[in-house]
C-alpha cells in the first residue's frame, strides 16, 4: 500500500514540475521580410539573432540554412559571419547581414516566390524558419500567338496529308504488292 502511495506521489511530482519544453535557442529577426526586386537585382537580408543558447556565440559559429525556394530564380549565400562578432548568452546582437540573394536575369515578371531560413550553430541548436517572400517587379510577359491565318493553313495541309494516309490503296493485277 505505502509502495503505491509513493509511487503515485513521484508520478504527480514528475508531471507537474516537469519543465516546460524550451524555446528555439536562435531566433533570427529579419529588419525586411518581403521585398519586390526586378529580375537581374540582387538584395541583402539584414536583421538580428537572439542567443538562448547558455554560450556566447561568435558569429563564424552561427550557420544559415536556405530551403523551399526555386533554385533557378533564387541564389542565396551567407553573409553573416563574414564580420567576426561575439552574441553574448540571452543578448540580441547588432543589426547585421544575414544573406545575400541574387535574383536570376531570366526570372518571369509578376510572380512572387518564397524562401525558408533558419540558423544553426556548432552546438546543434536550431532556430524556428523564418520565411521571406520575393516578388519579381513587372507585368507578366505575354507569349505571342500565332495568327489565324497561318494556324487555318497547317491544320489544312494536316488534313490534306491525313486524308491522303488513310485512302484506300487499290491494288492493280499484275502488279506485285510491296
Not at 122 to 149: C, K, M, Q, W
Amino acid at each position: 500500500m505505502r509502495l503505491n502511495r509513493l509511487a503515485t506521489l513521484l508520478a504527480a511530482l514528475t508531471v507537474f514540475w516537469s519543465a516546460p519544453a524550451p524555446a528555439s535557442l536562435l531566433s533570427i529577426t529579419p529588419d525586411v521580410r518581403s521585398v519586390t526586386l526586378a529580375p537581374g537585382a540582387a538584395w541583402d537580408a539584414t536583421g538580428t539573432i537572439t542567443n538562448l543558447s547558455g554560450f556566447d556565440l561568435l558569429s563564424t559559429e552561427i550557420f544559415l540554412e536556405f530551403s523551399a525556394y526555386p533554385h533557378a530564380t533564387l541564389a542565396p549565400y551567407q553573409r553573416l559571419g563574414g564580420v567576426e562578432f561575439t552574441i553574448g548568452d540571452r543578448t540580441i546582437s547588432r543589426l547585421t547581414e544575414l544573406f545575400h540573394v541574387d535574383i536570376a536575369p531570366d526570372a518571369a515578371r509578376g510572380l512572387a516566390w518564397s524562401m525558408d531560413v533558419f540558423a544553426a550553430d556548432v552546438r546543434g541548436n536550431f532556430s524556428d524558419v523564418t520565411t521571406y517572400s520575393f516578388y519579381i517587379d513587372g507585368p507578366a510577359v505575354a507569349v505571342p500567338e500565332p495568327s489565324t491565318l497561318p494556324l487555318l493553313a497547317a491544320g489544312f495541309i494536316a488534313l490534306l496529308a491525313g486524308a491522303g494516309l488513310a485512302r484506300p490503296r487499290t491494288v492493280h493485277p499484275g502488279r506485285s504488292g510491296g
